[in-house]
């Protein structure tokens, strides 16, 4: 048995340490919407278009033409 822990010892503790990196690295991002990482990207990305649009005043032409087109004005 120490033979071969001596032999591949090292080989079986990088496996171990790619399989939990790799378990890890599965925990945080997970599945779209229900992960760590996922909620926070997804609000990072929604945070920044807000304040893009507001900064360049789409919001509220966005929103006027959303109105004319659904009231059937704006032509």
Same mark, same amino acid.
């Given at each position: 048995?120490? *033979?071969?822990?001596?032999?591949? #010892?090292?080989?079986? /503790? ?10 890890? /690295? $599965? @925990?945080?991002? !997970?599945? *779209? $919407? *229900?992960?760590?990482? #996922?909620?926070? @990207?997804? !609000?990072?990305?929604?945070? @920044? @278009? ?12 966005? !929103?006027?033409?959303? #109105? *004319?087109?659904? $009231? #059937?004005? !704006?032509?």
């Amino acid at each position: 048995m120490q *033979d071969v822990l001596k032999e591949y #010892g090292p080989a079986l /503790i990088t496996v171990v340490a790619i399989i939990a990196l790799i378990a890890v /690295i $599965s @925990f945080l991002i !997970g599945h *779209d $919407s *229900d992960s760590i990482v #996922g909620q926070a @990207f997804t !609000g990072l990305i929604e945070n @920044f @278009f807000e304040k893009a649009q507001s900064a360049a005043g789409l919001a509220a032409s966005a !929103g006027e033409a959303a #109105g *004319d087109a659904a $009231s #059937g004005g !704006g032509l």
